[in-house]
């Protein structure tokens, strides 16, 4: 968690008391992205949240499952199914009640009313106040896409990915038979129709919302988050600015150096041939109609980076938002003189580095909570993206994308000779760091 505006005695924020999110729909509509990109950003926001999974216990307790399993006639599987549902539900309910959790997200199908009645009325006797997310995708491109690239193909073990039993299997086989699967699922289903319920109904992962008896901050929060949402294939790269001829004064905002002219020409070299390479290498067509775009901030340094790739016709974009934290007074000083002339400062810095405020100076508090308005900007872009940056704005964004806890941030290593390539997934985001090479890149 990095932008929590306050703490309370409880651990809760905004005094809203506990909410139970409950996704509903047919396998590979994207739940499980929305289930844990909801929970990364609520977590960024200092709510405590947690995904449970109904999948995931299911295969800790049977392993991998045939189809059969699923039959809407199979009423042996469905009582099974449902007591190993149930079990997760009460986990989560427990860990509203007595973990100090503040927002829970049950991520399972749930595609029949009565369940979903069972559920509300379940959450509402333990004062827990549900809200109902619907993914619905009318689109069969997307649905097979999406069984493509994360039910079947995904070798990202890390996350317990469910489709464990199609390792080995041809392909196209694969896909046939857990196609199979999500018919037996749509056999059953039954799309709210309840006006009573709290939901979201959300289309083809982002095209369209339809918002019905939502209430109360977080709620409402919830629905902010998910208008920008999508699960559409996306890189995004970050670089930090040049360096600059004075780099400890943030009052100077000075040129770059020549080394940072240098470096700049590098960047846009390296970054250029990589994504050529990268499409040479692919066959999908969405890598090949990706547009690139560069964010800045209003900084000289890294305007003055970015501008080699407007000279190649590539959009760059200004965000104040942007900018490196604010110094203060501390401003100009070297580590030494800051231990001379804030020696009490520089104790409190050492105990809380994430909070603290030099006099007239921002903290990585302040840095995270100004940096929302360009993480949702960023959750909106379907095209990929390059950062240029200071390191503490890139540390903030950093740990936005890989849910890193606030104590780590003013630590995460952003070095200036490397370009951090970030894909994210729909069980959390992929990286790999390269060292930008010389001018032999052409």
């Known amino acids: 968690m990095a932008a929590q505006l306050y703490k309370t005695k409880s651990g809760r924020l905004f005094h809203a008391g506990a909410v139970g999110i409950i996704t509903v729909g047919v396998p590979a509509r994207g739940k499980t992205h929305i289930s844990r990109s ?4 609520m977590r960024w926001l200092g709510v405590s949240a947690k995904v449970f999974s109904v999948g995931n216990y299911r295969r800790d307790r049977m392993g991998s499952i045939p189809n059969e399993y699923f039959d809407p006639s199979n009423e042996e599987a469905a009582a099974a199914r449902l007591e190993i549902a149930n079990e997760c539900l009460d986990d989560m309910i427990n ?24 559920i509300r009325d379940k ?12 993914s619905i995708c009318n689109k069969p491109e997307i649905v097979l896409a999406n069984i493509r690239s994360v039910k079947i193909s995904s070798p990202d073990v890390r996350h317990r990915l469910p489709l464990t039993m199609y390792i080995g299997w041809d392909p196209e086989d694969a896909v046939k038979d857990y196609t199979n699967r999500i018919e037996q699922h749509v056999a059953n289903y039954e799309t709210i129709e309840d ?41 995004i790269y970050f670089a930090r ?13 000075a040129d770059l150096s020549p080394e940072g002219e240098k470096y700049a020409e590098r960047l846009k070299n390296f970054v250029l041939h990589y994504r050529q390479e990268k499409l040479k290498s692919s066959s999908k067509s969405e890598n090949q109609q990706r547009p690139l775009t560069v964010w800045t901030s209003t900084r000289k340094k890294a305007r003055q980076t970015a501008i080699h ?37 520089v104790i409190r810095a050492r ?35 390059l950062i240029i940056a200071h390191d503490s704005v890139l540390r903030c964004l950093y740990a936005y994308l ?34 930008i090479m010389d001018d032999s890149v052409e």
């Open 38 to 41: 909801l929970c990364r950003y």
């Open 351 to 385: 105990e809380d580095p994430y909070r603290h405020r030099f006099p007239r100076s921002e903290s990585y508090h302040d840095l995270a909570i100004r940096l929302e308005s360009v993480i949702m900007e960023l959750e909106r872009e379907k095209g990929d993206v």
């Open 241 to 253: 600015a040049g360096e600059c001829y004075n780099p400890r004064s943030y009052r100077v905002d």
């Open 309 to 345: 790739f407007a000279a190649e016709g590539i959009p760059v974009r200004q965000h104040s938002v942007l900018n490196q934290i604010n110094p203060g007074e501390v401003d100009g000083l070297t580590p030494d003189e800051i231990k001379i002339k804030f020696p009490e400062e």
């Open 195 to 235: 006006l009573s319920f709290p939901f979201v109904k959300l289309m083809n992962v982002g095209e369209q919302l339809i918002v019905n008896n939502v209430h109360g901050y977080l709620q409402s929060r919830v629905v902010y988050y998910l208008m920008n949402l999508h699960n559409r294939p996306r890189t």
């Open 95 to 118: 860990w509203l009640q007595v973990g100090g959790g503040q927002v829970g997200i049950y991520d399972g199908n749930n595609v029949t009313e009565d369940r979903r009645r069972d």
């Open 402 to 435: 890989f849910d890193r806890p606030e104590t780590e941030i003013p630590t995460i290593s952003i070095p200036r000779p490397c370009l951090i390539e970030i894909t994210p997934t729909a069980y959390g985001c992929k990286e790999s760091r390269m060292e």
């Open 123 to 134: 959450l509402l006797e333990q004062e827990i106040y549900p809200l109902f997310i619907e």
